[in-house]
């Protein structure tokens, strides 16, 4: 791709609306919480939320029994009063039933809770923490935050500044990308540092409202340990998926606790906790139909079938001269030690393209150019992708990722997927790059590759591949 000239048009009409735009930002009291740059107002956030609930409801299988609801409704209600930024949202919590264990919200206050979720909790404080969580990415407004960068990413310029101009045609583009992208691309795909702040609000909304505030990350600890997230088929896998670790997760709502206020012997449990957990526990399993959920492991997507190119959840390992990489065995190994590598389903290949998979390559940055910096290194990468995929898009502005307990950069873009459609048309492609610094300079990166509508299902498998990555 050659550089895209209006990509760099938007950023610095971005940039200068967030200048405006950080005059109206209202700093929690007692935590250094702003939320990102956002296109649409708290209303708005209502009404895209109404919308996506909507699509939800119609995909997930709910949980309609009138006691559990009653509980969960009461318990995040009472968890709402107690949010650190004035939050006049209509708060819904809803079940869904599926032993998955997982949580998300979207924009305006629309709570989705996992039976799973309810059924591993050991007590209430542990429960009350992953709601207040939840809550804690819809009074940052994470869901638009999200959709404003896609917005700035795929939005032509000449096309935006109309949108900017009328907050009606803002919605509507909005409305097409919850069809177009999906409810779960849009809004769930939180980033490191969205999960920061979501983790410090949870904390201080158990906290307020007189919980263990420990209780978040205990329950993050737990499902962890119990149900672990490299193999994809676990039941806590789209959890992390949907919530990363921001890094030092623990020691982070460690740290925040003794900020909030004089210790606190906050309540842990309730008998009501326990007697919905056993009534949740004793309700017929879910069938299998439902447990698919929001995650699409079978069927087909253009002409690839999903069983032929989902990864299995046992990994062997790669020796490169300059690296070693675990990956999915029913995946294979394209090229050799000393060279570029791929690693993909050879039904995720494409003619020459990689439609799912991991890229790894080496790229030398220019001598004297930039500061050097793996940031810097890491644009010139992206810039040089670019001119070979003038369609490639970043999303957001790259984040601090750990690569093996070394410091790495992950960058997230999109583009289309060589992967067609019954019609033809390209699917969307979503890539997450990452890249390390060797000490000579020189960058060794991971671009992983999936199409959109798959890639928060592969993300634990991509995940994991980066936590065991380690250079020679
Ligand atoms: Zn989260």
Redesign the pocket.
């Known amino acids: 791709m050659n550089i895209n000239k209006k990509f760099f048009l938007l950023a610095v009409v971005c940039l200068s609306m967030a200048g405006g735009l950080a005059l109206g930002v209202e700093a929690a009291k007692g935590l250094n919480l702003k939320p990102g740059f956002n296109l649409f107002s708290k209303q708005q956030d209502i009404e895209a939320g109404k919308q996506a609930a909507a699509e939800a409801d119609k995909q997930l299988p709910l949980l309609n029994d009138p006691e559990t609801l009653r509980y969960i409704n009461d318990l995040g209600k009472r968890l709402t009063q107690f949010e650190p930024l004035p939050a006049d949202y209509p708060w819904t919590f809803k079940v869904v039933n599926t032993k998955d264990i997982n949580a998300f919200a979207l924009p305006g206050g629309f709570i989705y809770v996992n039976r799973g979720a309810i059924e591993s909790a050991e007590n209430e404080a542990q429960l009350a923490g992953v709601i207040a969580?939840?809550t804690g990415?819809v009074v940052m407004r994470h869901g638009t935050h999200q959709a404003t960068e896609r917005i700035a990413a795929e939005v032509p310029l000449a096309i935006l500044g109309g949108l900017l101009g009328q907050s009606s045609s803002l919605m509507s583009q909005l409305s097409e990308m919850v069809v177009n992208v999906g409810v779960s691309s849009l809004f769930l795909h939180?980033s490191r540092s969205?999960?920061a702040q979501?983790d410090a609000v949870g904390t201080y909304v158990l906290y307020h409202a007189g919980y263990d505030p420990h209780g978040m990350a205990q329950f993050f600890t737990i499902i962890e340990k119990k149900y672990p997230a490299t193999a994809t088929q676990s039941r806590a896998a789209q959890f992390f998926s949907?919530?990363p670790d921001p890094g030092n997760r623990i020691q982070a709502v460690d740290a925040e606790i003794p900020q909030l206020g004089p210790a606190i012997q906050g309540k842990q449990d309730s008998p009501e906790f326990q007697a919905v957990k056993r009534r949740v526990l004793g309700m017929p399993a879910p069938t299998v139909s439902n447990q698919a959920g929001q995650t699409q492991s079978g069927g087909t997507i253009g002409n690839v079938s999903r069983v032929d190119v989902m990864p299995s959840g046992n990994f062997k390992n790669f020796n490169h001269s300059a690296y070693r990489i675990s990956y999915p065995d029913n995946w294979e190994v394209f090229g050799d030690t000393s060279s570029a590598v791929t690693i993909a389903p050879r039904a995720g290949i494409s003619g020459n393209a990689v439609g799912y998979g991991v890229i790894i390559n080496s790229f030398q940055p220019e001598p004297g150019r930039g500061n050097g910096s793996l940031d810097d290194a890491t644009h010139q990468l992206i810039d040089s992708l670019r001119q070979g995929n003038p369609d490639l898009k970043m999303i957001g502005h790259g984040e601090d990722v750990r690569v093996n307990r070394r410091p790495g950069k992950g960058v997230e873009l999109t583009g289309p997927s060589p992967i067609t459609d019954t019609t033809g048309h390209p699917l969307r492609e979503h890539d997450w790059l990452v890249a390390v610094q060797r000490s000579d300079g020189t960058l060794v990166y991971m671009a992983f590759i999936s199409p959109e509508q798959d890639f928060n299902t592969l993300r634990p498998t991509f995940e994991s591949m980066v936590q065991g990555f380690q250079l020679r």
């Open positions: 969580h939840e990415h939180n969205a999960e979501a949907d919530h």
